[in-house]
Each structure stands twice: as C-alpha cells, then as structure tokens.
C-alpha cells in the first residue's frame, strides 16, 4: 500500500509565506486524500501496490483501463506533492548557485528572467494545476504547465522543481491573489533540493 510520506519540516516552518494553517490542511487532507484514494483505486489490483509512484505515472498503458485514469490523478496527487514538500524549505528563497545556475542562465539568460517566465506560468494557468521546471528528452530545461494532478514524468519529462497552483495551495491565505502566493513563494525554495535533482539527470 501506499503510505503519506512525512512531511520534511514543521506545518509553521515557511511562515509567513505559506502560513501553518494551509500546511496543515494541505498536507492532512489533500496530500492525504490523494493517498487513500490511490490505495482504494487499487484494491481489486493489489499487484500495482509493489510499484511505485514514479512507475505508476510512467506506465498508463499497464494500468487496466477500468482504474486507469483514477490511478493517474491520485498516484500524481501524492507524488506532485511529495515532490512539492521537498522543493521547499525554511530559510529558503535566493537563487541557485550551481550547475543549475549555469543551465537557467544557457537556457532563460538569467535568473530574473527565468523567474518572470516561472512566475507568469503559474499566474497564467487556467483552472487547478502545477508550474515545473522540466528537463527534455533532448536535455533542455524547460518551463511547463500541468493540468489537474497530470504529472510530466509521464509525458517523458524529468522534474527538477514545481509549484502548486490550486487554489486549495494558498486561497486560505490570498483568498483570489494568486500573484502575490506565486511572488512570496520564491522566499520558500529549496534551491539546494533542486540543484541535486538537476545533478542527478545531467551527470
Ligand atoms: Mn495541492
């Protein structure tokens, strides 16, 4: 079975960002609602539960068509946000100084206007969905924007870091503002996390 992986810092610790109630809720009822669900979409397929998330989305041609789409959306529910736990941190913000600084640099010119890019991606995205920061196939990075729970790993894409822009992410919060959740949440990344998710797909 599927288990909530824990959470990597207190629900307080990106205050005032992301304040500890929306943590909370996130974390408890969404971030957990996806996992129960993943679980209980598999129950007559127990064979699913040894494989894990990254293959469940890599693999929607070996899901049986009857759970198919269910086990997309919560096996994406739980991995997008276990992912998203990790891109962030206390103390976090400021700006790569690294590999991944030199490959934002190749591809956006510069930070600042990868940051617009990122930011007016995830202001720019219709209804419930996620902002990442991608590698291609070919090796570029790339911006893309995903719908609902859809995670790019299974259009091929590998994930070096990612923003969920749902509404249950920040309107407790910035009720309607999305804008300003997407401006402060640079002040909470975990640049050090996504500097060695890079390192992994490029070395
Ligand atoms: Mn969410």
């Not at 598999?42 to 469940?56: G, R, V």
Request: hydrophobic share 40%; proline share 4%; charged share 25%.
């Amino acid at each position: 079975m599927f288990k909530l992986q824990p959470l990597p810092y207190a629900f307080d610790a990106l205050e005032p960002y992301v304040s500890a109630q929306v943590m909370k809720i996130h974390y408890e009822k969404h971030h957990q609602a996806y996992v129960d669900k993943l679980n209980k979409a598999l129950e007559n397929h127990p064979e699913f539960y040894k494989q894990s998330l990254e293959w469940l989305l890599a693999s929607p041609d070996q899901l049986p068509k009857d759970i198919r789409t269910t086990v997309m959306r919560m096996a994406g529910g739980d991995f997008n946000h276990t992912f998203f736990w990790n891109v962030m941190k206390k103390d976090g913000g400021g700006e790569p100084n690294d590999s991944l600084a030199v490959g934002i640099k190749k591809y956006f010119g510069d930070f600042d206007t990868f940051k617009e890019q990122f930011s007016a991606a995830a202001n720019g995205l219709f209804g419930s969905g996620w902002v990442w920061l991608v590698v291609t196939k070919q090796g570029d990075l790339e911006i893309v924007q995903s719908a609902n729970q859809d995670c790019p790993l299974t259009d091929g894409l590998q994930l070096i870091l990612c923003l969920d822009v749902w509404e249950h992410a920040y309107y407790l919060q910035y009720e309607y503002r999305r804008a300003e959740y997407v401006e402060k949440w640079w002040n909470v990344v975990n640049w050090q996390q996504a500097e060695e998710n890079y390192r992994t797909i490029v070395e």
